[in-house]
């Protein structure tokens, strides 16, 4: 799916994000599995990440995330049409953690529901909340990315548990003026599902204490073939958009790409050929936090003065699916239309 803004403003108008206190280091999982700093840092860039505690659900990471974003909008909660939580770690299976949050946050006017497409959830959630509001459906929606994928992790795997973390981002997006979204570019190749996925708990293979002692309900990856994808999708959906919308890559001032491993980061910059100091990097502070990727780069972005207004931030987010999207919007200052 590729499309261009229809001529109705859409924009972020408010970030939050909110990370667990507990920081895991390299030197940490050195002492839990045979692995090292030097192998992580040298293949992934990633230092650290956050590991939520073990009371700790998915809302209630999400709900900080989610009154940060909507007091930096000056957005009332009851004002929301929509809240869509992107994630692969609901709470539960149902009811859907964005009907927990709504209520949470006392959003009664609001339409609530999750949104599953691995990492490129928030992207995807994104979309749809563009979407629904530039079609008139609605004014306001708090849109969240975030997971806990730790609680999903086999910590007996070294080749996955050393590259994901916990966290949450949250937007607010509103109709504007002038200025916000000029277009998006999602897909999904389910045939690369394979690649990436996480088997049992669901009607194909429900909890059974046959699938718990066979560890199907931890994520299972071929990182070199996830690698290529991700490689691949990160520049070509990056270029679609920016065709789609009339612009190049000389026009993005901030470029936030989906936080999975710095040598993936590295690779597309230099293909798409995109400068070193346009690029958001945060992954060495939180490794992969699947959806939570993108709105925390952004929030970590703001406050390091980079989203000034007028500025042309290209986000690409790309995952299990596999599926991949990008958006590219003109940073606005709030400003309700
Ligand atoms: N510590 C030490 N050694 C390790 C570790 C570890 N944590 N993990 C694997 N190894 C070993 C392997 O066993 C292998 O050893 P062998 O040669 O004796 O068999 C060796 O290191 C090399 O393994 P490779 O898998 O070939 O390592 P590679 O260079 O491909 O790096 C990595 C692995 C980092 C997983 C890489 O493939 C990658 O980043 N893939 C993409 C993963 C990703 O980003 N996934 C998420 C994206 S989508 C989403 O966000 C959900």
Partial sequence: MIGSSNGVGVSITGLGAHVPERVMTNDELSTMMDTSDEWIMERTGIRERRIAAPEEALSDL???????????????????????????????AFPATGAILADQLGAENAAA?????????????????????????????????????SRILDWSDRSTAVLFGDGVGAVVLERVAEGGFLGFELGADGSGGQQLYLLAGGSRTPATAESVAERLHFVQMNGREVFKFATRVLVSSAEAVLAECGRTIDDVDVYVPHQANVRIIEYATEKLGIPEDKVV???DRYGNTSSGSIPLALADAKREGRLQPGRLVLMTGMGAGLTWGSGLIEWTDGGRG
């Fill in 62 to 92: 999400a709900l900080p995330a989610a009154k940060e974003s909507l007091e930096d909008a000056g957005v009332a909660a009851a004002d929301l049409d929509l809240v869509i939580v992107a994630t692969v770690t609901p709470d539960m």
């Fill in 113 to 149: 529901y999750d949104l599953s497409a691995g990492c490129t959830g928030f992207m995807y959630a994104v979309a749809q909340a563009y979407g629904m509001l530039a079609g008139g459906l609605g004014q306001r929606a708090l849109v969240v990315g975030g997971d806990i994928l």
């Fill in 281 to 283: 990097i945060d992954v």
